[in-house]
């Protein structure tokens, strides 16, 4: 299928909704912890209730499981409401894990302790799916539900090999987000364009308004993986038009091309620019101070952030916006991607695997449940039937970069990713060699062509290993590109 018809049916509908065509990741570590702390406890409760009553069958606890802290609070009220009024004798027990998702799904596969529900994340789908880890959903569907979400099955995407894994019901790209007030304080007319002009206007802001303890730029580089795929990592991929540094025309990786951002967010993220700190920085914190005026911009997911600072950290919306990444030189070669969101994969493994579809369709798959989530902020709905009738926050109305626009489409996976199972790359991943350069001494030139080369070699590896195949697209567009 190619990307023009997944995203013409995108565009459809966000048009249909009469506006304009446009993970939360991870928290403190406290947060996280009493988070994990009160799932632990919820979960032990609702296993001895179960137990108790398991002898008359009376009660089945489905546990699921998220990573999203910007909707917690409404999926927990609609939880509370199915478990207070369902016939089906289920108990859903929800638990939040926010910046250690992937290990605990990790710690779980191991263990044999797997949830019965998870929130889609593209990591835990891409290292399980090749293990029969996720239900196939398509024999689960009525005729009402394809009708909902049928314009949301995309093979090549959620469907591979005829078998549908996750339904997304939201969309979700990265921009940069930046406080307006700081702009016109300093005298900045307009958001940048370029990466240049991005740095040279956080420098602006640190140079004047530091003393204030406000800074021009921020991103939660504690965790690399977290700060650089919702930021760096996407600017290239418009920038270079090749995805994670794949160049899908000619089958091979070439990370050379990064040198140029690379350079500048070694600035960007210097004394002259960054926020205190932020090599420590969790998102949740770094929100806390954009909502209280201390930094000029950051980058971040456009389905977060709404329902963030709307119900986690109020802020007055007419104080941010959002626009398009900037890149090196304003270079766009290529389209960055688009993700669907508030999908949910069942555990194939599970024996209440029959009773966790029915938990998903009543509840996450439920019209008026995909409308309140939408009118309430949390995502950018891509459900026609769901754009028809919502009435969304005026944020989305007003900020036409949180919608899905013409520079967002889906992307094919890299090798790194579709054979995140079985391909192995020798020493640090990209993410942590980027960090050796902008916060370390490495060379960039001689570092990026050791990552280029250590790729390869475990691509090439994994391909004589039986694990991975070629992914090569003959006269593969970046500005046009498709699944493969």
């Given at each position: 299928m190619k990307l023009k018809k997944a995203g013409a049916v995108i565009m459809t509908a966000v048009m249909?909704?009469?506006?304009?065509?446009?993970?939360?990741?991870?928290?403190?570590?406290?947060?996280?912890?009493?988070?994990?702390?009160?799932?632990?406890?919820?979960?032990?409760?609702?296993?001895?209730e179960a137990a108790a009553l398991s002898g008359s069958g009376e009660v089945i606890v489905i546990n699921v499981w998220s990573k999203d802290r910007?909707?917690?609070t409404y999926v927990q009220e609609k939880i509370d409401e199915y478990n207070a009024t369902n016939t089906n004798n289920i108990q859903i027990n929800y638990q939040l894990y926010t910046d250690n998702y992937v290990q605990a799904v990790d710690m779980a596969v191991q263990s044999d302790e797997m949830p019965d529900?998870?929130?889609?994340q593209e990591q835990v789908f891409d290292k399980y799916?090749?293990?029969?880890?996720?239900?196939?959903?398509?024999?689960?569907?009525?005729?009402?539900?394809?009708?909902?979400?049928?314009?949301?099955?995309?093979?090549g995407y959620n469907e591979l090999d005829g078998k549908l894994y996750f339904i997304p019901t939201t969309g979700t790209t990265c921009r940069l987000f930046y406080n307006k007030e700081i702009f016109e304080r300093v005298g900045i007319q307009n958001p940048p364009e370029t990466l240049e002009e991005m740095v040279e206007d956080a420098k602006r802001i640190t140079s004047?308004?530091?003393?204030?303890?406000?800074?021009?730029?921020?991103?939660?580089?504690?965790?690399?993986?977290?700060?650089?795929?919702?930021?760096?990592?996407?600017?290239?991929?418009?920038?270079?038009?090749?995805?994670?540094?794949?160049?899908?025309?000619?089958?091979?990786?070439?990370?050379?091309?990064?040198?140029?951002?690379?350079?500048?967010?070694?600035?960007?993220?210097?004394?002259?620019?960054?926020?205190?700190?932020?090599?420590?920085?969790?998102?949740?914190?770094?929100?806390?101070?954009?909502?209280?005026?201390?930094?000029?911009?950051?980058?971040?997911?456009?389905?977060?952030?709404?329902?963030?600072?709307?119900?986690?950290?109020?802020?007055?919306?007419?104080?941010?916006?959002?626009?398009?990444?900037?890149?090196a030189g304003g270079k766009a070669l290529g389209k960055q991607y688009f993700s669907g969101t508030s999908g949910y994969?069942?555990?194939?493994?599970?024996?209440?695997?029959?009773?966790?579809?029915?938990?998903?369709?009543?509840i996450f798959a439920n019209k008026d449940f995909l409308i309140g989530y939408y009118e309430g902020g949390f995502g950018v709905s891509i459900v026609p039937e769901v754009?028809?009738?919502?009435?969304?926050?005026?944020?989305?109305?007003?900020?036409?970069?949180?919608?899905?626009?013409?520079?967002?489409?889906?992307?094919?996976?890299?090798?790194h990713t579709a054979f995140a199972a079985g391909m192995v790359v020798e020493g640090e991943d990209l993410y942590k060699t980027c960090e050796s350069i902008y916060y370390g001494d490495a060379d960039i030139e001689s570092t990026l062509q050791d990552l280029t080369d250590r790729y390869n070699k475990g691509y090439q590896d994994a391909i004589q290993n039986g694990v991975a195949s070629e992914i090569k697209i003959d006269g593969y567009d970046p500005m046009n590109p498709t699944l493969n």
């Open positions: 249909a909704a009469g506006i304009l065509a446009g993970c939360s990741g991870g928290s403190e570590s406290a947060g996280t912890n009493t988070a994990q702390t009160t799932a632990a406890g919820n979960t032990t409760a609702a296993q001895t910007h909707d917690a529900i998870l929130v889609y799916v090749s293990a029969g880890q996720w239900a196939d959903l398509n024999p689960y569907l009525d005729d009402d539900m394809r009708s909902l979400l049928g314009s949301s099955i995309f093979p004047e308004l530091s003393g204030e303890g406000i800074y021009g730029f921020a991103e939660n580089m504690k965790s690399a993986s977290s700060g650089l795929g919702r930021s760096m990592i996407v600017g290239l991929q418009r920038e270079t038009g090749a995805p994670f540094g794949y160049d899908f025309a000619k089958g091979e990786y070439d990370f050379s091309t990064w040198a140029d951002t690379l350079r500048l967010w070694k600035e960007l993220l210097s004394d002259e620019c960054a926020f205190p700190g932020c090599e420590s920085l969790d998102i949740d914190p770094l929100r806390t101070q954009f909502a209280a005026g201390k930094i000029g911009m950051y980058m971040s997911y456009t389905h977060a952030e709404p329902g963030v600072y709307q119900n986690q950290f109020p802020m007055d919306s007419e104080k941010w916006d959002c626009v398009p990444i900037p890149t994969m069942l555990n194939a493994k599970s024996v209440n695997v029959d009773k966790a579809f029915q938990v998903y369709k009543d754009i028809e009738a919502a009435k969304p926050s005026e944020d989305f109305q007003n900020k036409k970069w949180l919608l899905i626009s013409d520079i967002d489409t889906l992307l094919p996976k890299p090798p």
